[in-house]
């Protein structure tokens, strides 16, 4: 079955600090991968989307993410913290049952100090 | 263009009483979804609609959860009788096509406590 498995439920970084946030998945084909952020007391917002056209992705507010099928990751990124990325940050993959269903992982808490 | 629209956005009740959430999707979104997040757990899949016909409720607890799609366009999620722990947040979302190609845009949830 297809999964994503987010490590580490808490992630502290300092303002300005390289942002680095893990995903694996487990695939027995071509995955496709989501980044979603999630505000307090708010919705999933998409970031960015995996879809095999390029293994680089780039996402909105900064964030990218790269595929590498060598070691089943998608992890994101984000050269410089900003104190408004604090919020909880979710992988998902999509689940080809014929209609699109997503599996989210469960999740990574992002702190962000001054 | 309106997000998705969800109500109530807190509810409390007392464990065994019954309660219903709504949610209006985004206009011309064909495909709904409720999801079920746990504190601390992520998003997990309820049902799925597509149009007013069910396509996904293999994780809908059946015995006390309800959803309906009337007319293809709002739905309401119900829990009769609730238990402690359906305690969560329940998320609507919607999206234009069933395939995958357009993104889910999610409502800001209802938060329910079961006391």
């Known amino acids: 079955a297809q999964s994503v498995t987010q490590l580490g439920s808490h992630v502290s970084v300092s303002e300005g600090a390289l942002v680095l946030l893990r995903c694996n998945y487990s695939s027995s084909v071509p995955p496709y991968l989501f980044w979603y952020v999630q505000y307090p007391n708010q919705g999933l917002q998409l970031l960015l989307k995996?879809?095999?056209?390029?293994?680089l992705v780039k996402g909105i507010n900064g964030f990218e993410a790269e595929f590498k099928k060598s070691e089943t990751s998608f992890h994101l990124t984000k050269p410089s913290a900003h104190m408004s990325d604090a919020a909880e940050y979710f992988c998902a993959v999509k689940v080809n049952t014929g209609f699109q269903k997503l599996v989210f992982g469960t999740g990574t808490r992002l702190l962000v100090s001054p | 263009e309106a997000g998705v629209a969800q109500s109530p956005r807190y509810k409390i009740i007392e464990k065994r009483q019954s309660v219903a959430f709504w949610c209006n999707p985004i206009?011309?979104?064909?495909?709904l979804y409720w999801y079920q997040q746990i504190l601390g757990q992520g998003p997990k899949l309820l049902i799925q609609f597509q149009n007013n016909g069910v396509v996904d409720d293999s994780q809908l607890p059946k015995d006390r959860f309800s959803a309906e799609r009337l007319k293809g366009v709002d739905s309401t999620l119900k829990i009769q009788p609730a238990k402690l722990e359906d305690s969560a947040v329940y998320l609507c979302?919607?999206?234009?096509?069933?395939?995958?190609?357009?993104?889910?845009?999610f409502g800001n949830g209802t938060r329910l406590t079961v006391t």
């Open positions: 995996y879809t095999s056209a390029a293994t």
């Open positions: 979302a919607s999206s234009a096509d069933r395939a995958g190609n357009s993104p889910l845009h």
């Open positions: 206009s011309g979104h064909a495909t």
